[in-house]
């Protein structure tokens, strides 16, 4: 199969860096093909304007989603950075996050990613949200750290069930477009990790990863 | 009274713009205070690494946790954009959020503001969490937009409750360091606004805004 792995952190010797390499090398092993984005090693720009589009509807009055589906009638004329991305996006058959929890939503450079890739002409259409989005057919999957521990993401911790907190992202960016959404996978207080620690977590991601395309969605739930 | 209102949307003629324009031209007549964010204007770098700081606690290994609690103890030993932050929210009595809701959340522009500025060890200490966050006394109001309709955006709607999607930033970002939250400000489908009907929607948040300091915090939920 084809998997599309994204990447927010800054820190190459980063636990969120070891996981990702993980996936890579678990995936490759396992005869599926693998493409990835490593968001702060291409220096990903998460501002979204004009400058992600090669065409101007409007020159007068930016409205960002009239640009979009003018962008998409004029062959998809976005920057290549953005065309890039889409393509792979298209192109997967899971895509996976791996990013560290900051204020409770993924990173910056993470949320302009989807700001500006998944438009609107391309990947939403009229009428095209959830069961008729899109992406359908296609899974996704968050792999999220956080600062914060496993007591204190549950429903009578201080932040509340982790499920929750993620449900933005697996609902109103992922669902949203059609993906059907795996269970996260969702590593606590990962800064206090010993290296065992960290050599049992790895080993248990792995080995999810062999087994990956077995699993079925879960209900991420509504507002 | 202080407020601080933070833009987040890279169109002048929008009505995001409107309203941040509206907000500061009413509470100014009516004797307050104000500090603005244009965050497009100022050009504001969203993505969180090492730039953010002026000394470094670990050269070899970036724990951005780390690294905060440290700038906190070398008086506050971050880049002079992010100083700046930072102090007009510690002064201001009331902070207004005035973005249009991208993927269901802030724009990353908006995303990597607090990514950067609400730190630890200076807006995050031990235990100051929510009731004993750092910021307690201050009041927080989300000015939003959509694209989609009201209707949508309600239970049955598919896009689900908006007080369900502004959750994580009521709840995660603003309660989570103390702030009390005001009944969010949303208008639907702003796109399809006449000028008559922008009058009236700017109007209703001026008048709005001459009392908002009679508001009591609002029950935002938890996950």
């Given at each position: 199969m084809k998997i599309l792995i994204v990447l ?8 969120n860096y070891a996981m990702y390499l993980t ?91 989807t700001d500006r890739i998944f438009t609107s ?103």
């Amino acid at each position: 199969m084809k998997i599309l792995i994204v990447l927010a952190h800054p820190e190459p010797k980063s636990f969120n860096y070891a996981m990702y390499l993980t996936a890579i090398k678990t995936l490759k092993e396992n005869g599926h093909e693998v493409k990835t984005t490593n968001l702060y090693a291409i220096n990903f720009n998460p501002v979204y304007d004009r400058s992600n589009f090669t065409t101007v509807k409007n020159p007068d009055f930016l409205k960002l989603q009239i640009e979009e589906i003018h962008a998409a009638e004029m062959n998809n004329s976005y920057v290549a950075e953005t065309k890039i991305e889409q393509e792979k996006v298209e192109w997967c058959d899971l895509m996976i996050w791996q990013f560290p929890l900051w204020r409770f939503a993924p990173p910056a450079i993470l949320k302009g990613w989807t700001d500006r890739i998944f438009t609107s002409g391309r990947f939403f259409k009229d009428g095209g949200y959830y069961e008729n989005g899109t992406l359908r057919g296609k899974k996704a999957l968050l792999s999220v750290t956080t600062g914060s521990p496993a007591k204190t993401y549950t429903k009578d911790g201080y932040h509340g069930d982790i499920y929750g907190v993620l449900r933005p992202v697996n609902r109103g960016i992922l669902e949203c477009v059609g993906f059907s959404v795996l269970e996260p996978e969702v590593n606590y207080s990962v800064a206090h990790l010993t290296d065992e620690d960290r050599k049992t977590v790895l080993k248990k991601w792995s080995n999810r990863l062999k087994n990956i395309f077995n699993e079925n969605k879960i209900n991420v739930g509504k507002y």
